[in-house]
């Protein structure tokens, strides 16, 4: 037996139904968003107004986007208050006044970023794998056009029976009525479904408080809450569990 089985023996829960989500747990946010910025970084030409690192941009805008999306997973901002904000917060961390982020800057971030087609690694045979022996969804807190955009142009429409976007729900994960709705379009039931996920409140969390199974994806091998019992670092880590 190879340790990979030892460390993940398949489950004998029988699951019908498995639910992902997009960011983070598929698509590579980070990597994409890097790529992208480091486009726009150039072609508005910010080293001129006195970013003089496009490494040092990147970084603090991912944090502050991290914290933004955080707040936004709970309905503490909007989805304009978010876009209004990552910005002009990372220029400020940088100490530039928000005024000088371009007019147009955070729209360009919008149509280029969801563009980019890089995913996790052995995303699309894992979900090949997976497609063969369940019915797979997708659940995402994502903004409904981006989200849009990013399954058709990294090809990922093809595995999802259904693909549900909580801005066309009116609920963001954790809130159990996106889950029910989910199940619901799935014809699906708690007990033989499960959520996949990178947000340790928005998937993990809001799936177990709504009383259905999780596994916690954990790329970047942070620690582990203790109320969160599974995790994978790897997404082809579930050709074995499942």
């Not at 139904?17 to 486009?39: G, V």
């Not at 019915?135 to 994502?142: D, P, R, V």
Request: hydrophobic residues 40%.
């Amino acid at each position: 037996m190879s340790k990979s089985e030892i460390e993940h023996p398949k489950s004998e829960i029988k699951y019908k139904h498995i639910f992902f989500d997009l960011d983070h747990t598929i698509w590579d946010f980070d990597k994409n968003a890097e790529e992208a910025l480091h486009e726009l970084y150039l072609i508005h030409q910010l080293k001129e107004i006195g970013l003089h690192s496009a490494e040092l941009f990147i970084e603090t805008y991912t944090r502050n986007n991290h914290r933004l999306w955080a707040q936004y997973h709970i309905g503490e901002i909007t989805k304009d208050e978010l876009r209004d904000a990552r910005f002009k917060s990372t220029f400020t961390d940088l100490g530039l006044h928000p005024d000088l982020v371009p007019l147009d800057f955070e729209d360009a971030y919008v149509q280029l970023c969801p563009t980019k087609t890089n995913l996790f690694p052995h995303a699309h045979e894992t979900l090949e794998y997976l497609q063969s022996k369940y019915t797979l969804h997708l659940i995402s807190n994502g903004f409904k056009d981006s989200t849009r955009t990013k399954i058709a142009g990294s090809d990922l429409a093809k595995y999802f029976q259904h693909i549900i976007i909580s801005e066309d729900v009116g609920v963001n994960k954790p809130d159990k009525a996106i889950f029910q709705h989910a199940l619901d379009l799935a014809g699906a039931l708690k007990e033989e479904s499960v959520m996949i996920g990178d947000s340790i409140e928005a998937d993990i969390r809001g799936a177990l408080n709504f009383g259905m199974d999780a596994i916690y994806f954990n790329p970047f091998n942070a620690d582990k809450p203790e109320d969160v019992p599974v995790q994978i670092t790897h997404l082809k880590e579930l050709t074995v569990m499942l």
